[in-house]
């Protein structure tokens, strides 16, 4: 079982409905191409409550992920702004908001304070000890009493393992949600094993050996991920050999994150490195951890001419709804005539005329389905009508004609 983790979210009224995570790539393409077409709206209308609303970016939760995100879109924002003569950086608005006291806790203390200077140089506010506490409208509303209108909110508060598969299944599960492993990746306690079930990554709580995971178990992240793929592979063929498995044991290397362009920051241990040589760090490592040397080819590919030809800001937003076009403009069959009486009794339709107009409007294309219909019920309610009183209607009508 490898089926990964999707956002975790509290019953925050308008999350649901207004905000986007950030756990798949699809989600990431959305936000930045949300950000683009935001620029777009922004720059075609006057300064005022709803330019400042398309131009104003909230993501949620001080995490590895949220930062890198929140830091990224700045950059980039502060990138577009060069190609909108009609926007300025002043008129683009970013807030970080965090439940916690710090951001990144994977760092230390003193480098998460270095990328709060750094993020408040670059004009982007972050909300410490401050929760969200609506969002509803794209208008979010912080503890402290803010509220913040936006037409962009990234949701990055933390991960909860696969509900589908760990809920609908009977797997042993730890108190967070997670499949528990053994460290050889066998899914069970250290009482009972489960026979033939094996689980890695973050779907699973593997037993961190190396003493540094957090209550005992490895941190969901891709360093453990990837290594623990491998080790199950190698551990299912043993078993099918009848040879001994192995435990899984990796120390962490240390956290890497990029800031937007040319600036991040490292930490392992002890040694922090910051801005620009830990953005070529975080490249070089990300560089070297892409799996398949074709895709490590198409990735730094992408690097490579981003560097000589800068950000490829073409917006392509419209993919997530590629029939909108098509579906808009294309030409539908019209809707079928419904048919014809049998019988037309044709002293009481001359009489019904005068009471039923639009039956004479046949003619007119629009009408015709209209005065059909009107007329199916009037035919009906003459042929209700006694005979006797049909009769002079008729003359009156042949007379006048
Ligand atoms: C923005 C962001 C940045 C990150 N940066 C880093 C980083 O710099 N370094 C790092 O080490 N980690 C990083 N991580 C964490 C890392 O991405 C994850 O820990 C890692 O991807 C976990 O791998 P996985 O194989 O367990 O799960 P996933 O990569 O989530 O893969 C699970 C797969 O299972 C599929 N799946 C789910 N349910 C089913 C089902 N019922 N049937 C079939 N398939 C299913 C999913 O579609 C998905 O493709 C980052 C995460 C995020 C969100």
Redesign the pocket.
Known sequence: M????VSRTFPIPGIADNAIG??TIEEAVAVRDKLMSNFDKAASIPAGPERDRLLTVVVVGGG??GI??FAELRSLASALVSKYPQLSFDDTHFHLIEAMGRIMPEVSLKTSEWVLKDLAKRGASVHLDTQVTGAVDGNVELSTGEVIPTDLIVWTAGVMA?P??VRGGDLPVEERGRIRTRADLRVGTAEEAVEGAWAA???SAVPDLSGGGVGGYCV????H?VRQAKVLAKNLVAVLRGERTKDYFHKNLGAVAGLGLYNGVFQSGKIALKGFVAWVAHRGYHGLAMPTWERKWRVLWGWWNNLWLGRDIVNLETVQNPRYVFEEFAARPRPAAPAAPAEKPAPAQVADEKDVPVAKDAASKDAAPKAAAAKAPAAKAAAKKPAAKKAPAKETADTKA
Do not use: I
């Open positions: 490898t089926a990964g983790a950030l756990k590895f992920a890198e995100v696969n589908t598969v990554g973050d779907v969901p992240n891709a360093q991920a």
